[in-house]
């Protein structure tokens, strides 16, 4: 019988060798191009373009609102994607996908091109979310994957500081070279992820695993329980979009603090979403994947509440950095508690990961449109949208404790 390990960790359940190492850098990078550089980038460029008269302020909002069209799109098709293309293929094509975007973007020969591209972006995005954690976790010790899953989407961290930093600095190149310059970016990440995908499907579950369990998808508890963390996370996504959208807006002109001030917070929003999936991963590993996703949900909840309720500096510094951080950190948690619902079927895991990646960009696409309408004609309350996405967040909390008693 060969000594020769056939999976990531085979002799050290606790330990992740140079495979899982290289495959978890690669989740990095498809998450920071894909994710944190496709969607979040935007946000600092939309003054530049409307100035630069490339395009005016609604059609700048517009194309905006395509990469949430697209992410909606990919989160459909990764799974269909992966299996005609295989996922390390469908993974590299996507990151191609998202790099040529961000060079397409250059040359805004006409809104439609710019409106097909920035879908294109959103579409990789989507597809990408959907595919990078379940083609590395399966291959990782169980033990170690809150971390992995947390240095995965930690690449979302990443995209939403570079917004605040590595823009700025771009942009005194001109608004084109800027784009060039995220392309450049991008392809580099692409090429370091290139041959750190894992080559094969996941590793086989052992012979007694496939005996009926109370685990396992099929099962009425089981199944119900995932419902619930669909409807969570869809939940979770209308807590966390005011402070998406508005924040910046918030503390810009709703205090009267001004821009710089605004963009300083945005920045702190970055800096608290770098470490949120690794603290949120680390969290799960030692408490559960279940009891972290109740301690953020509540936390959220509050820090939400905190911004509906108070207009103090401390205030919103405490929700700046409590929001920043489960921005990206409630990913590896929700993808964690799938893990601990259906712990040996890979295959219904990455079908699981796709409904939710599914309802939060559902809820996500939603709720920006429908706050945005609910701002405009509420005279732009502010306390209002924040209150409306701290009740979302409460509501998925109340129906983890009370809801999943049936599950005792």
Aim: hydrophobic letters at 55%.
């Amino acid at each position: 019988m060969s000594t020769q390990p056939s999976t990531f960790g085979a002799h050290a359940p606790e330990a992740l060798d140079a495979r899982a190492l290289f495959a978890t850098l690669a989740g990095l990078c498809g998450s920071f191009v894909a994710i944190g550089l496709a969607r979040f980038a935007y946000t600092p460029l939309i003054p530049p373009l409307i100035q630069a008269h490339w395009f005016t302020a609604s059609q700048a909002v517009t194309l905006g609102a395509a990469n949430f069209a697209g992410y909606l799109i990919g989160a459909l098709l990764g799974r269909p994607i992966a299996h005609a293309l295989t996922n390390r293929h469908a993974l590299r094509l996507l990151m191609l996908a998202a790099t040529a975007a961000f060079f397409a973007c250059a040359f805004p020969l006409s809104v439609s091109w710019f409106f097909v591209w920035r879908l294109t972006s959103g579409v990789a995005g989507g597809a990408i979310m959907v595919l990078v954690a379940t083609s590395i976790l399966p291959h990782v010790p169980p033990a170690r994957r809150g971390f992995v899953s947390g240095m995965i989407f930690l690449g979302l961290g990443l995209g939403i500081a570079a917004s605040g930093t590595v823009i700025p600095w771009l942009l005194r190149h001109g608004l084109r070279d800027t784009w060039i310059g995220l392309g450049v970016l991008a392809l580099v990440l692409t090429a370091i992820s290139w041959f750190g995908w894992p080559r094969g499907d996941a590793p086989a579950a052992p012979q007694h695993a496939a005996a009926p369990r109370a685990g396992h998808a099929d099962s009425p508890r089981t199944a119900f329980a995932l419902r619930l963390l669909y409807a969570q996370y869809a939940a979770n996504a209308l807590g966390l979009v005011p402070a998406m959208v508005l924040l910046v807006d918030y503390v810009a002109r709703g205090l009267g603090h001004g821009a710089a001030t605004g963009a300083h917070d945005w920045v702190l929003y970055g800096v608290a979403a770098i470490a949120g999936p690794i603290v949120c991963g680390q969290a799960a590993d030692r408490i559960g994947f279940r009891a972290a996703w109740r301690v953020a949900l509540l936390l959220q909840a509050l820090a939400v509440a905190l911004l509906a309720v108070s207009s103090q500096t401390w205030a919103i510094l405490v929700a700046t950095l409590v929001l920043g951080a489960f921005t990206p950190g409630v990913v590896p948690l929700a993808l964690g508690r799938i893990h601990e619902l259906v712990p040996h079927d890979h295959l219904e895991q990455r079908a699981a990961w796709s409904r939710a990646t599914t309802a939060f960009a559902l809820f996500q696409a939603l709720g920006g449109y429908g706050y945005s309408w609910l701002f405009a004609h509420s005279h732009e309350n502010y306390a209002l949208i924040f209150a409306c996405g701290a009740v979302a967040l409460t509501l998925a909390l109340l129906a983890d404790v009370f809801l999943n008693r049936r599950e005792a």
